[in-house]
């Protein structure tokens, strides 16, 4: 067995630099030392008087390595039937000839697989150190036969020493090699004792050979030319190893995309798992691609497969070498990335692998853009169990979707299986009971004269442990835990009181309130809004609802048919977030809404000097084409409102405007804008009465 030679990675990791050293430094240039001195041997004593045995022996050599006897799919390590004759070399002639054949067998191996040199390097001179502490064990044991005094023969009281030469040889070599790939975020015992026995049971299959051909080499001094025939077990190994190494690749791998499947993940995920320490945690990644069903349905489960697999190619290219990307199955995909400092490096890779499948794909004719959510789970020092740490990237995957974030990482408090979630459940709850949620509001100003036409109403949480705490902490347990429904009826009385608060003062500026996917589905959203429009005197044009584009995507029927309910009533619909989904202009035509808000990403980058505006303003112009409003979010230079102004939107909301403020500072800002500007406020055309 040599240096483990993965896939995963072209040069070793140098995270445990002191042992890597001297691992490294006692194979070089002890292990090239000793061949030096073979060399030097050699070429003084000479190995003629070998005859033509050795000659035989060394072609087998070269044959044997040409075909490995046994190759581990696992790591990729081999185990080569070529160390049968160079043991049966050291057996007959001692260390010199039995040197230079490893060295000889070393060197045609790493060619063959191409290894880097530094792999040879240490590959080479491991070999030459187990077998010289083999030929220790030889000298021990009194005897030590040399090309001019060859062995003779063989007896039974021989075999004791003839085993503990094969023991030491595979216990030094998997030392040094368990040295060298400590630095893998694993101790050296893990590494040592990885697949033990399958490497001892397959060395002890090859080493096995070696006293038949010592035997087969001193039965007469024409013996040797039946050596050959010893290739037959040879060639009996090797053939049992194909089936063997391609049994086990077909039951380790995806057949489809040729990656690593669940088994293996789960096999290489407890392997760094049980190694991994407080300063270098391990993360899973658990990919979905989003609405991967509409491309089986549409274009057919050949143009599926034909997506699976040029998305396997290209989250196998954005991961780290010593990273392993696996198909879990249908379009779910896991990372495993071993030896992870902190989060913020688990999201640079994250967002590598969402920048290489955010490039359009060509298929059959069609252009395809590939969205995934993924889900981040760390496990810091050992003591996670794999499934456990799966299950947990599972829930951030539909934390991710559910929140249209694309990323997020595990939090005990949105896991509804958690006791923290249940206890951030239960804590968020008496929020809601003690009325410490509050609402903030944002002004929504014309792009042309700056007049307000709209506040937002965004909820807040005063909580008395953590202070004020942002939406995206809370809001998406909410919408889990089903405290969603509480939470909307709460910032809809809210807003509307304070709406009815400015509209007796003069400022008849409507409000915007965020519903969610549940609010449109699982209750009765229309009959709410009802009563609190009688309740608080306001017309129906008092009131905007505003509802994300995935809701109207995911479940169109339902939120549809309320929204629709809705505008009987004079209650209108914003889109918000417009272009982070899937809708199509063409079907905004049929749904019933009168704004159309575009999302910060396709806005911040307007005030950049290269920025092509083309894309908004192609939005903006066929929206004004269906009658709808425009609102443009996240303003926050007055390059970007210039360049808005140009395209015609008809308002912006952002930091350049106002950030959200509470009520009584919100209520000052807009007597100040009224004071400074008459009314200072007017309402844009089928926004609000």
């Not at 072209?10 to 090239?32: H, I, K, M, Q, Y």
């Not at 392997?271 to 979905?288: C, I, K, N, S």
């Not at 692998?353 to 496990?379: C, F, K, N, Q, Y």
Request: hydrophobic share 50%; with cysteine; aromatic share 6%.
């Amino acid at each position: 067995m040599g240096i483990v030679t993965d896939v995963r990675r072209d040069r070793p990791s140098l995270v445990r630099p002191s042992l890597f050293a001297l691992t490294w430094n006692v194979a070089v240039w002890g292990g090239w030392a000793v061949l030096a001195f073979a060399v030097a041997r050699a070429i003084g004593d000479g190995l003629v008087s070998v005859g033509p045995a050795l000659l035989m022996l060394t072609v087998l050599v070269v044959v044997s390595e040409l075909r490995p006897a046994v190759t581990r799919v696992f790591g990729g390590d081999t185990v080569s039937s070529s160390l049968a004759f160079v043991l049966a070399a050291l057996y007959l002639w001692g260390p010199v000839p039995a040197l230079l054949l490893q060295a000889l067998s070393g060197l045609i191996g790493e060619l063959v697989a191409r290894k880097p040199p530094w792999k040879l390097l240490f590959n080479i001179g491991q070999y030459e150190l187990s077998l010289l502490a083999a030929w220790v064990v030889m000298v021990v044991a009194g005897v030590t036969p040399s090309p001019s005094a060859p062995l003779e023969g063989l007896r039974a009281a021989d075999l004791g020493w003839i085993v503990l030469t094969w023991v030491v040889y595979h216990l030094v070599n998997l030392a040094l090699v368990a040295g060298l790939c400590e630095s893998d975020d694993q101790t050296w015992w893990a590494s040592f004792t990885e697949d033990f026995w399958f490497y001892t049971l397959s060395t002890l299959a090859v080493v096995a050979i070696s006293p038949l051909v010592v035997l087969a080499a001193v039965a007469s001094p024409q013996s040797w030319v039946f050596m050959p025939l010893l290739l037959v077990p040879v060639m009996a190994v090797n053939r049992t190893a194909e089936l063997v190494q391609q049994r086990e690749h077909e039951s380790l791998h995806d057949h489809l995309t040729g990656l690593p499947n669940r088994k293996l993940l789960s096999s290489r995920a407890e392997r760094v798992l049980a190694g991994a320490r407080p300063d270098r945690g391990v993360t899973l990644f658990l990919l979905d691609l989003d609405r991967f069903k509409e491309v089986n349905d549409t274009l057919g489960h050949a143009t599926g497969d034909r997506l699976l697999e040029v998305v396997a190619r290209r989250v196998a290219g954005a991961v780290r070498p010593s990273d392993t990307v696996a198909r879990l199955g249908g379009d779910e995909f896991g990372v495993l990335l071993p030896g992870v400092t902190d989060e913020s490096e688990a999201d640079v890779v994250a967002g590598r692998v969402r920048a290489t499948l955010a490039e359009p794909i060509h298929l059959d004719g069609v252009l395809l853009d590939v969205e995934v959510s993924i889900g981040m789970a760390r496990a810091i020092g050992p003591g996670t169990p794999f499934e456990e740490l799966l299950r947990e990237a599972d829930v951030a995957m539909y934390v991710a979707k559910g929140t249209r974030s694309g990323v997020a990482m595990y939090r005990p408090e949105l896991d509804p299986h958690s006791a923290q979630r249940l206890g951030a459940v239960t804590r968020l709850r008496e929020g809601l009971d003690a009325r410490e949620l509050e609402v903030h509001y944002q002004p929504k100003v014309a792009a042309r004269g700056g007049a307000v036409v709209g506040m937002e109403a965004l909820v807040r949480w005063r909580d008395p442990e953590r202070g004020l705490v942002g939406p995206e902490d809370f809001v998406p347990l909410a919408e889990r835990s089903g405290l969603v429904h509480r939470m909307t009826a709460y910032v809809l009385a809210e807003a509307l009181d304070q709406a009815r608060a400015w509209w007796d003062v003069g400022l008849k500026v409507p409000v915007a309130v965020n519903v969610s996917m549940r609010d449109l589905q699982e209750t009765d959203l229309p009959a709410r809004v009802d009563r609190e429009l009688r309740r608080t005197g306001l017309p129906a044009s008092a009131l905007v609802l505003e509802v994300t584009e995935s809701v109207l995507v995911q479940e169109p029927t339902r939120a549809v048919a309320a929204l629709r309910r809705l505008a009987e009533r004079g209650v209108l619909a914003s889109m918000d977030d417009f272009g982070t989904g899937y809708t199509t202009l063409a079907l905004l035509e049929h749904l019933p809404v009168s704004e159309l808000k575009i999302d910060r990403s396709f806005v911040s980058h307007l005030g950049h000097p290269d920025a092509s505006p083309a894309m908004v303003g192609s939005i903006i112009a066929l929206a004004h084409a269906l009658g709808l409003t425009v609102v443009a979010e996240g303003v926050e230079t007055e390059a970007v409102r210039a360049s808005l102004e140009r395209l015609e939107v008809d308002a912006v909301q952002g930091w350049l405007v106002a950030r959200p403020m509470p009520p009584e500072h919100a209520t000052r800002w807009l007597l100040e804008r009224a004071g400074a500007r008459g009314t200072g406020l007017r309402l844009l055309p089928g926004s609000a009465g």
